[in-house]
C-alpha cells in the first residue's frame, strides 16, 4: 500500500459522514478513525429517521383513536420504489374509502426490478395513503392509513 492510496483514504473518510475505518491488505493493516466535532451528533441519520418513524406511528395511532374506530398503519416492509398498482395485475389503485380485506393486495415495492406485492394485514377502510407514486420508500416507512373497526 502506497502513500498516495493511504491519503485517498484519509480525504475520503474527512468528507465522508463516518468517523472510522479499517482494511487490511496481505501483511499491512489500516485502521483511520476520527474524533467527531464538537458541532456534529454522533448519530446514523438512518437510525435516527426510524426512530423518529416509529414515534411518529405511535402517535397518529393514539391520536387517531375514537369511539370504536382507529387506525393501523401499513408500512413498507423492503426499501424500494412504491407503485400503488401491480403492472402484471393491472389492478386498480386503492382510494380513500374502498374497503379493504386482510392478505389483500394494497400496492407493489419495486426492488431491484422485481415486483413485490404487498398484502394489508388489517380488514377496513382506506383512510389514507401516504406514499406517492413511483417514489423510493424506505423499510418501515408508512404507506397507507386503514381504519378498522374494534
Same mark, same amino acid.
Not at 11 to 32: A, P
Not at 50 to 76: H, P, S, V
Given at each position: 500500500?502506497?502513500?498516495?492510496? +493511504?491519503?485517498?483514504?484519509? =480525504?475520503? *473518510? /474527512?468528507?465522508? @459522514?463516518?468517523?472510522?475505518?479499517?482494511?487490511? &491488505?496481505?501483511?499491512?493493516?489500516? =485502521?483511520?478513525?476520527?474524533?467527531?466535532?464538537? &458541532?456534529?451528533?454522533?448519530? *446514523?441519520?438512518?437510525? &435516527?429517521?426510524?426512530?423518529?418513524?416509529?414515534?411518529?406511528?405511535?402517535?397518529?395511532?393514539? @391520536?387517531? /383513536? =375514537?369511539? $370504536?374506530?382507529?387506525? /393501523?398503519?401499513?408500512?413498507?416492509? *423492503?426499501?424500494?420504489?412504491?407503485?400503488?398498482?401491480?403492472? %402484471?395485475?393491472?389492478?386498480?389503485?386503492? /382510494?380513500? $374509502?374502498?374497503?379493504?380485506?386482510?392478505?389483500?393486495?394494497?400496492?407493489? +415495492?419495486?426492488?431491484?426490478? +422485481?415486483?413485490?406485492?404487498?398484502? %394489508?394485514?388489517?380488514? $377496513?377502510?382506506?383512510?389514507?395513503?401516504?406514499?406517492?407514486? $413511483?417514489?423510493?420508500?424506505?423499510?418501515?416507512?408508512?404507506?397507507? =392509513? +386503514?381504519? *378498522?373497526?374494534?
Amino acid at each position: 500500500m502506497n502513500v498516495n492510496t +493511504i491519503k485517498s483514504f484519509i =480525504k475520503f *473518510i /474527512k468528507q465522508s @459522514r463516518y468517523n472510522e475505518f479499517s482494511m487490511k &491488505d496481505g501483511d499491512v493493516s489500516l =485502521k483511520i478513525k476520527f474524533r467527531p466535532r464538537e &458541532d456534529e451528533s454522533e448519530t *446514523i441519520q438512518g437510525i &435516527d429517521n426510524l426512530a423518529a418513524a416509529k414515534d411518529q406511528r405511535a402517535a397518529e395511532a393514539t @391520536r387517531d /383513536k =375514537k369511539d $370504536g374506530e382507529f387506525c /393501523k398503519i401499513i408500512t413498507a416492509p *423492503i426499501v424500494g420504489r412504491f407503485y400503488s398498482t401491480m403492472t %402484471s395485475d393491472k389492478l386498480a389503485p386503492i /382510494k380513500k $374509502g374502498d374497503a379493504v380485506k386482510k392478505s389483500q393486495t394494497v400496492c407493489m +415495492i419495486e426492488a431491484m426490478n +422485481i415486483e413485490h406485492e404487498i398484502s %394489508s394485514p388489517y380488514s $377496513g377502510v382506506m383512510e389514507e395513503m401516504l406514499a406517492d407514486e $413511483g417514489a423510493p420508500v424506505m423499510f418501515g416507512q408508512p404507506l397507507f =392509513k +386503514i381504519r *378498522i373497526n374494534n
